[in-house]
C-alpha cells in the first residue's frame, strides 16, 4: 500500500488535480503517491497567498506576533524532527543521521527569522530640503513564489519561508517533484503552528506547467528559486510576464585549494566531508581538489583509503556513511560524465562504478579522478553526486586560476598555514563563500550565495529579510 501526500493550498490539504508515485532511491521501488499541482491548483494558491497578504489576520499582525508564529513553528519542526527525517530519508535516500541533523538546524533557522521580524525597520533621511519631512517605511513586498530543488528541500524552503514571513509576505512555495515528501508533510506543522490560511500555501508538481505558472503569475511579486542555472534561465523568462523581483540559488563546482604546507591528516577528513556528504549532492560540495605537487602524493593516499572505508548502506541506518543518489536520472548522468572524463584522460584512483549488492538501488560508489587539467568534464560540469576531480598545481597564481576557470562560483576552501598566502586568495577567488582551513561552515546569520553563474542575490543573515521588503519614500511638507 503506498503512502499518499496532499498540497496544502488555502489552508486546506488537497489532492492535487493529477497524481505520480514517488520512488525510494534506496530499492528503486515506489513508496508514495505524490499530489501533482496543475496550473488551476497554482492559480487557485496564488489568489489564497494574494487574498491572504492584505487579509486582516495576517496583515493587521504586529511584528512580533508574526515572530510569535514562526518560534512557534520552530518548535514544531524540532518536535516532528525525526518523523520528516525519516521521510527525507525514505524520499531522496539521503542518509538518516545527515537529515536528522540538518532538520534540527532548521528549526534554528526558523528562530532566526522568527527574532528578525520585529526588527526590519525603515529610516529618517536628510533630503536636504529645510521644509521637509521624508521617512523612508519598509513594507512586505507582496506575494512570493518559492521553488526549491529536491535535495534539502526542508532546508532550503526555510530560507525563503522564513525570512518572506518575517517581512510580512505570503507564500506558494513548490516542492520538487523529486522526494517532495519531507516538505508535504511539513504544511501539517504550518496549519498547527496556527497560520491564517493562504499565508503559506506548498504544493509539488513538474517544472514545466506548476513551475512555469506559479513563475509567471501577475499576482507574484518576488521569486525565490534554488536548483540549476538551466532552469533559472526558464524561470528569468517566466519572470518577463510578471517583473518579478527574482533571486537565484545556483550549481557549484566548488573548488578545494591545498597547499604543501597543511597537515594532511586533518584536510583529508575536510575534504572527504566536503564532497561525499550528502552523496556529493550538496550544492557547495568540494568537488574540484587542486593540490600543490609536493603534498599531491601524501593526500591521495589517505584520501583514497578514506573512500574506500566509506560505508555504504540503507539510508534508514543510523550506521551508513553514504546512501543511494537521489533519482535514476542523476545515477545516469554521473555515469556520463565519468565516462566522458576517462576518455578525456581521467585516472580513476578509486570507484567510478556503482557498488555490487544493491539491487535496483541509486548507488554509486565514492570516487576520486586524477585529472591531467580542467579540460577534463568532471573538473568543469557539476556532477552533484559522489565523484572528486583532483587537478596538481606549482604555484599559487597558476591555483588562483584553476580555481576560477569554471563558469560557476558558489564556495571555495583554501587549506594552507600561511595567513597572508589565505589572505591573497580570499582577494582572488570569485566564489560567494571562502571556508579557510574548514569546509561547510553555514550559519543563518551569515549570507549564502554565488557570483558567476551560481546565483544571483544572497540567503541568510538580515539583508535576505529585507530582500522580502520594498521601500516607501514619504515626503511630509511642513
Ligand atoms: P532543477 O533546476 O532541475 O529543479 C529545481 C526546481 O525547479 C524543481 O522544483 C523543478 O520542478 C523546478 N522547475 C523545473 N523547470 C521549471 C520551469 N520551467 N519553471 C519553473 N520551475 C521549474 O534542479 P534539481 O536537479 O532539482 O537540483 C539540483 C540543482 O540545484 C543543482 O544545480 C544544485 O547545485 C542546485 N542547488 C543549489 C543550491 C544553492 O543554494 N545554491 C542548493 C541546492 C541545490
Redesign the pocket.
Known sequence: MLRRFQNYIDGVFEDGSASFESVNPASGASWAIMPAASEADVDRAIRAAHRAFSAPSWADLTASQRGKLLYKLADLVEQQAPRLAELETADTGKIIRETHSQISYVAEYYRYYAGLADKIQGAHLPADKADMEVYLRREPIGVVAG??????QLF?SAVKIGPALAAGCTIVI?????GPAPLLEFARLVHEAGFPPGVVNII?????D???A??SHPLVSRIA????????R??VR?SAENLAYTTL????KSPVLVFDDVDVDSVANAIVAGIFAATG????AGSRLLVQRGVRDRLLEKLVAKAKGIRIGNPQDEATEMGPLATKR?LEHINNVVARSIKAGATVLTGGQQPDGFGAGFYYQPTILSCPDHQVPSVME?L?GPVLSVVTFDTETEAIALANSTEYG?ASGVFTRDLTRAHRLIRALRAGIVWVNTYRAVSPMVP???YKQ??LGR?GGMESVLDYTRTKSVWIRT
Do not use: D, Y
Open positions: 521553488i526549491v530543488p529536491w535535495n534539502s532550503l513548490k516542492a520538487s517533484e523529486e509539488t508538481g513538474f517544472g514545466a506548476c513551475g512555469r506559479l513563475t528559486f534554488t536548483g540549476g542555472p538551466e532552469t533559472a526558464h524561470i517566466n540559488e545556483l550549481g557549484g549532492q550538496s550544492c557547495v542523476q557539476e552533484f558558489l549564502f550565495g554565488g551560481s546565483g540567503e
